[in-house]
C-alpha cells in the first residue's frame, strides 16, 4: 500500500494533536447498563434485554461528550493483573472465578457508533475479545476490546503478543467508545477487523505524527526491517502451522518488496491453509501474469490457482488448471486426485448425483464434507408479503422426494468447534433471546471468511437483516464479483458487524445432523446457508430438509406445481409455544400454516395445558412409570386438542407411541398387537394416512400407507422409528408379510426424505435395526 493509498483509506481519520478532555465528562452521572446474572431463566433474560435495550436507547441519546481520562498506568496495571489471571489460567489449565468453566457474556443486535483513532497498542489478552490498552498520540489511554479477529477465537496469549506486539500502531477505523457493563471507565470497542490497519513504523501515515509518551515503548521487541527477516519469520510461524501469523509476515515482507514472487507464492499457500481462497487465487494469478508458464515457480502458481478455485467452488475452471499442469508434467499423478474430485463436484452441481451412502458415512467421521451445491427446479421470487420480500418457487412441476437443493454452508459450527476451557452467553438485543454458544463463534468465522474471500462480500450482505435496513435486492444470488486482493495489513472491504449480526438473527440455521447425535447436549449447531435462507417458513411445509454432515438437503415433500412457493419448517417441535419461541429466535411473529392455525382455535388455555403435559412425556422417567400411567397421560394430552379438530396432532402421536411401548414392555400377544393400534393412531396423528383408510395408494403398492407426500409436523426419523417397530412387533408375532409391508414403508419414507435407497436406509437406521434384533431380516426382504 503506497501512502496516497493509505492516505486515501483514512481520509476520514484526524492523526495528530487532538484536545485531550481534560474535564470530568458530565455534570450529571448517568445511570449505569442493568446487570446480567449467569443462570438466568429464559424469561428472566427476555426481561433484561429489554431493560438494557431500554437502558441503551436512552444512552445513546445523551449528547457526545469527552470521554474521562483514566490514568494510564492504572490501566496498564489492571491489564497486566488480567493477564496474570490468565497466565495462571492457561498455566494450570484450570479456571478462575467460581470454580466452573470461566463463563462470558457477550451481546449483539445493537447498533455500533462511530468514531476515529490511532493508537498504539500496549499488552494484549483474550476474554471474549482481544483485550488490549491503547494510546493515542496525547497519551490518553483506554481499554480497546478487539472483537472477529482472525485466527484469535482460540489462539494462545502468545499467539496474540505476536499479532497485536507491544508497541504495535493500528489505525481504527469506526471504533465505539462503550459505556461499560461493569465498572466505570469506557472502552474502546473494534468490532470488525477490516476496521484495524497497521501502520508500519516508518509508514509516511506517521510522518507528522508525534507521540507525545514518546516514539518508542519501552521493551517494546524488535520487529523485522527487511523483508527477508519479514519471510524467515513468515517461515517460522507457517512450519508451525500459524497461518494467520505466515501471512501477516510475508504481507509485511512485501509491503517492503512487492516484486517478490517467492513471497507471494508464499502468502497463496498460507491463503490456502486459512480458505482465504480470494487471497490465494488473486496471489497465483499476480505470479503467473509476470512469469508466463514455464518455469517451477509458474508450477507452484498453477497448482496454487487450481485449489483456490476448487475452495471457490469454481470446479470447471479449477479442472482445467489441474489438467494444464498436468499437460505439462506427463507422467506426474500428482494432481490425478484433484481431477477426480473435480469431475465429481461437476456431476453434483449439475444433475445433483450424489454418492449419498459414501457421504454419510464420511459424515459420521469429519463433519465437513467436501460435496458441490446443486440447485434444482427453484429460483428466487419476489414476495411482498414475506418479511424480506422474496422467497422461492418451482420453476416445474415437481415430484415428492426429488431434491430441491444441497448447499453447503457459508460458514457452520459444531460444539466440537466451540473452546472447552471457556463458556460464552451471547445475548441477542434484536430477537430478546440468549443465543446458542456456536452463534458467537459463527458470527466470527463468518467475519473471518469475509476478511479472506473479499468477493463474498454480497453473498452475505444481500441477506435480509430485518426492517431497519434496506430491502436487499429482489434477485439472489448476487452475480459474482471478480477476485480482491488480501492484505492483512490493509484490509479492503467493509464489514458491518451490525449489519451482520442481524444478518444471522434472521438467517441462522441449526443443521442438524441425521449422521450425528439427535441432540447435542453441549450445544445445538449454528450455521449460515446462504441460498437455503431464501426459503420461506411453514410448520406443514412443501418441502422437508436435514443435513448429512455440514451438507443441507432440501426436497420436496409433496408434488409442488410449477410457480409454488417452497417452505420449509425452519422448526418441527410438537408444542405451538415451542414452536412460537423457536420462531421468534428467527424474527417471525406468526406462521400461518395449518398446523398453527389448528392449534390457535384450539385455544390459549389447551395450548399451555398441551405444552405443561409435554414436558412431563419428554421427562426421562416417563418409560419407568405404569402402564396405566401412561395411558392417562396419553388421554390427558389427547383431551387438549378440541374433539373436532383433525387427525393431525403431534403431541398426541409421541404420547400414542410410549403408550405402545409400554405395551410392548409388558409383553404378551394381546398388548403387541395393541401397540400396533396405537403405533398406526400415532401415525395418523403425524398426518400420515393409512392406505386401508384411503382405499388403494395411488401407485397401487402394497405399502401400508399412501405414499403421495412426506408429513412434515416432525422430521422423518419419528415415523420412520415407528413404522421400524411396527415391522418388529409383527416379526415377533411371526407375521412376516405384514412386518415386511413396514420395513418398506420405513424405506420410501426414509427414500424420498433422504434418498440412498436401501444402502443408506441401513445405514441411517443400522443402531435400531440391530437394537430390534431385524437388521437381517431388513437386509433380506427390502
Ligand atoms: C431466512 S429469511 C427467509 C427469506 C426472506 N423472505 C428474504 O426475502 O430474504 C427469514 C425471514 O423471512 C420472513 N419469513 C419467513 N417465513 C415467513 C412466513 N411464513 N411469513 C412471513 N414472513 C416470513 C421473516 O421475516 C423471517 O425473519
Known amino acids: 500500500m503506497d501512502a496516497e493509498q493509505l492516505a486515501a483509506r483514512t481520509s476520514s481519520i484526524t492523526l495528530g494533536s487532538q484536545t485531550p478532555h481534560k474535564t470530568p465528562p458530565s455534570s450529571q452521572p448517568h445511570r449505569s447498563p442493568p446487570k446480567y446474572h449467569h443462570g ?65 457474556m457477550t451481546m449483539v443486535g445493537f447498533p455500533k457508533h462511530s468514531s476515529s483513532k490511532p493508537v498504539q497498542n500496549l499488552h494484549p489478552t483474550r476474554m471474549v475479545a482481544v483485550q488490549s490498552v491503547v494510546e493515542d498520540t496525547e497519551g490518553i489511554a483506554h481499554d480497546l476490546s478487539i472483537y472477529n479477529f482472525p485466527s484469535t477465537s482460540h489462539c494462545s496469549l502468545g499467539q496474540l503478543d505476536t499479532l497485536f506486539s507491544l508497541g504495535t500502531i493500528l489505525v481504527i477505523r469506526e471504533p465505539t467508545l462503550k459505556a461499560p457493563t461493569q465498572g466505570t471507565r469506557p472502552l474502546l470497542r473494534v468490532d470488525s477487523p477490516t476496521d484495524i490497519i497497521f501502520v508500519a513504523r516508518n509508514s509516511p501515515l506517521l510522518r507528522n505524527v508525534k507521540w507525545k509518551t514518546g516514539a518508542d515503548i519501552q521493551t517494546y521487541p524488535t520487529l523485522p526491517r527487511t523483508a527477508d527477516a519479514w519471510q524467515q519469520r513468515g517461515n517460522v510461524y507457517f512450519k508451525s502451522s500459524q497461518w494467520f501469523l505466515a501471512a501477516l509476515a510475508y ?81 506426474d499423478s500428482s494432481v490425478d486426485s484433484w481431477i477426480d474430485r473435480c469431475r465429481d463436484r461437476l456431476r453434483e452441481s449439475y444433475i ?16 465437513r464434507l467436501d460435496a458441490a451445491n446443486f440447485r434444482g427446479p427453484i429460483q428466487v421470487q419476489s414476495m411482498k408479503q414475506r418479511g424480506g420480500g422474496r422467497g422461492i418457487v418451482t420453476t416445474r412441476d415437481v415430484q415428492t422426494g426429488e431434491l430441491l437443493l444441497v448447499a453447503k454452508p457459508y460458514v457452520s459450527v459444531y460444539a466440537s468447534d466451540l473452546p472447552g476451557n471457556q463458556y460464552i452467553v451471547t445475548l441477542d438485543l434484536l430477537s430478546k433471546t440468549t443465543r446458542e454458544p456456536t452463534d458467537s463463534l459463527l458470527l466470527s468465522r463468518i467475519v473471518e471468511k469475509l476478511y479472506g474471500n473479499p468477493d463474498l462480500h454480497n453473498e452475505v450482505f444481500h441477506l435480509y437483516a430485518g426492517p431497519a435496513y434496506p430491502r436487499p435486492p429482489v434477485t439472489y444470488p448476487p452475480a459474482p464479483s471478480t477476485t480482491i486482493a488480501v492484505d492483512p495489513l490493509n484490509p479492503r472491504v467493509d464489514i458491518d458487524i451490525a449489519r451482520l449480526e442481524a444478518i444471522c438473527t434472521y438467517n441462522n440455521f441449526c443443521p442438524f ?25 411453514a ?17 420436496a415433500a409433496e408434488p409442488i406445481p410449477l410457480g409454488t412457493e417452497v417452505t420449509i419448517p425452519y422448526c418441527v417441535e410438537e408444542s405451538y409455544i415451542d414452536r412460537q419461541a423457536i420462531l421468534r429466535k428467527h424474527m417471525l411473529d406468526k406462521c400461518d400454516c395449518r398446523l398453527c392455525e389448528e392449534d390457535r382455535r384450539d385455544g390459549e388455555a389447551r395450548l399451555r395445558r398441551r405444552h405443561e ?49 409400554k405395551l410392548r414392555m409388558s409383553g404378551g400377544a394381546r398388548h403387541m398387537r395393541e401397540s400396533i393400534q396405537y403405533d398406526t393412531r400415532a401415525l395418523e396423528c403425524y398426518g400420515f394416512v393409512l392406505a386401508r383408510d384411503a382405499g388403494r ?54 427414500d424420498v426424505s433422504v434418498g440412498g435407497g436401501k444402502e443408506l ?22
Open 251 to 331: 504481507s509485511h515482507a512485501l509491503a517492503l518488496d512487492s516484486s517478490a514472487l517467492a513471497l507471494r507464492l508464499n502468502r497463496a499457500e498460507a491463503y490456502l491453509r486459512l480458505q482465504y481462497y480470494s487471497g490465494a487465487l488473486s496471489d497465483a494469478q499476480e505470479v503467473l501474469a509476470k512469469v508466463g508458464a514455464s518455469d517451477a515457480v509458474a508450477d507452484k502458481a498453477l497448482l496454487r490457482l487450481a485449489k483456490a478455485r476448487y475452495g471457490r467452488q469454481e470446479y470447471g475452471m479449477a479442472l482445467d488448471s489441474f489438467i494444464c499442469f498436468q499437460d505439462k508434467h506427463v507422467g
Open 761 to 782: 436406509f441401513m445405514l441411517i437406521h443400522e443402531e435400531t435395526l440391530v437394537r430390534m434384533d431385524i437388521q437381517s431380516f431388513a437386509a433380506r426382504v427390502l
Open 539 to 555: 410448520c406443514i411445509a412443501n418441502a422437508t430438509w436435514y443435513c448429512i454432515g455440514d451438507l443441507m438437503v432440501i426436497r
Open 613 to 661: 403435559l409435554k414436558s412431563r412425556l419428554d421427562a426421562d422417567g416417563v418409560m419407568s412409570a405404569s402402564l396405566a400411567e401412561v395411558r392417562t397421560l396419553e388421554q390427558d394430552i389427547s383431551a387438549t386438542y378440541v374433539p373436532t379438530r383433525g387427525s393431525l396432532r403431534p403431541l398426541s402421536a409421541l404420547a400414542l407411541h410410549v403408550v405402545a411401548e
Open 513 to 537: 445432523r441425521l449422521d450425528g447425535p439427535r441432540i447435542d447436549k453441549q450445544a445445538k449447531p449454528a450455521g449460515l446457508y446462504t441460498f437455503a435462507s431464501m426459503f420461506n417458513h
Open 697 to 750: 395408494s395411488p401407485t397401487g403398492s402394497k405399502l401400508p400407507i399412501t405414499n403421495d407426500r412426506i408429513p412434515t409436523a416432525t422430521s422423518f426419523m419419528e415415523p420412520a422409528d415407528i413404522m421400524l417397530r411396527i415391522a418388529c412387533t409383527y416379526y415377533m408375532l411371526r407375521e412376516e408379510a405384514n412386518a415386511t409391508n413396514w420395513l418398506k414403508a420405513a424405506l420410501w419414507l426414509t
Open 40 to 104: 438466568m431463566s429464559a424469561e428472566e433474560v427476555a426481561r433484561y434485554l429489554r431493560e438494557y435495550a431500554e437502558w441503551f436507547e436512552e444512552d445513546r441519546k445523551i449528547p457526545p461528550e469527552p470521554a474521562p481520562i483514566v490514568d494510564r498506568n492504572q490501566l496498564i496495571a489492571d491489564q497486566r493483573h488480567r493477564r496474570a489471571q490468565l497466565e495462571r489460567m492457561a498455566h494450570e489449565n484450570t479456571r478462575v472465578g467460581t470454580g466452573g468453566i470461566p463463563f462470558y
Open 352 to 367: 445433483g448425483s450424489y454418492d449419498w451412502p459414501s457421504l454419510f458415512a464420511t459424515a459420521r467421521r469429519k463433519i
